[in-house]
């Protein structure tokens, strides 16, 4: 059993948590993620490590309320317990001879993105920060981003916040002023990453992408997060959970990723559905 050791909600639909976790605290990397269940009963599912603090042995996680696992995790409180929590797993994201890097989060991809940025500044690099979300309310890290970014612009798509657009603007801005990154890296959604490497690649910067949108249960034995990429004019097939989750973008079918993330919408949102009709049933009766 692993003991929630803090819980802050960061915005309506997403929560922090840090989880005491020593063996897990202790080698994690940015880039990796872990695999927990909330109960015995419960399904396995991958989230990014978002942080970690060795001293108090403990790892940051931050999660979107989308399914039902996902909202059994956020009704938990602090000193409450999870049943498992697996990693660090997958590839960290490779940081040699980076020394001008374009970070780039959408929505509660910069929960992944903030912890790469720290890292790579902690190395001594010059990191230039973008982050969108679709409106004010949804806005987090904000503060976190600037305390380790050397530039940080904030998108909202309907301008209630900071400047109206998506992270592509000031991207293009940034690349049509001569700007020579030597790695952007992009972590949102699916749809975003893909924008995010057409855009860079009229000037040849490398792109690299997370594709943790798309895992599942985080071994490759469900399939779900299967990528094909095209290399060498090739195409060449592999996970995300295993072989990743970063990947060059320039090789990634996002068609293909987004088409098959949508195949379980269905089953995702009555499953949503069944779970919180028990969680208001407890409330109503308590």
């Known amino acids: 059993m692993y003991r929630i050791a803090t819980k802050k909600v960061l915005n309506k639909s997403v929560t922090q948590m840090e989880i005491e976790a020593p063996l897990v605290a202790n ?12 109960d015995e009963e419960g399904e396995r599912i991958p989230l990014t490590v978002a942080g970690t603090d060795k001293e108090n042995k403990t790892v940051k996680i931050i999660f979107q309320t989308v399914g ?12 409450e317990y999870i049943s498992d929590f697996a990693g660090p797993l997958g590839t960290p994201t490779h940081t040699e001879g980076i020394k001008n890097v374009c970070i780039i989060g959408g929505g509660v991809g910069c929960a992944i993105a903030m912890p ?18 679709r409106n004010k309310d949804l806005v987090i890290l904000e503060e976190e981003f600037r305390n380790i970014s050397d530039k940080l612009t904030v998108m909202t798509d309907d301008g209630s916040y900071a400047t109206k657009g998506n992270v592509t603007q000031p991207l293009k801005e940034y690349l049509e002023n001569g700007e020579k990154f030597d790695m952007i890296i992009a972590i ?20 690299t ?4 949108p798309i895992m599942i249960d985080g071994t490759g034995m469900c399939g779900g997060c299967r990528l094909t990429l095209n290399q060498d004019g090739k195409k060449v097939t592999k996970f995300a959970c295993v072989d990743g989750p970063d990947f060059n973008g320039y090789e990634v079918d996002f068609d293909e990723a987004m088409s098959r993330g949508r195949m379980y919408s269905d089953f995702e949102h009555h499953a949503y559905e ?3 009709n028990l969680f208001k049933g407890g409330r109503e009766n308590g």
């Open 27 to 38: 080698k994690a990397k940015a880039g990796q993620f872990i695999i927990l269940r909330v």
């Open 116 to 133: 790469v940025a720290e890292e790579f500044k902690r190395l001594g690099a010059d990191v230039t920060s973008i982050i969108g979300f």
């Open 209 to 212: 992408v997370s594709m943790n």
């Open 274 to 276: 069944k779970t919180c």
């Open 188 to 207: 949102g959604p699916v749809i975003m990453m893909k924008f995010v490497v057409e855009t860079a690649k009229p000037y040849g910067t490398p792109v």
């Open 68 to 79: 039902a696992t996902t909202l059994k995790l956020a009704e938990k409180n602090e000193g």
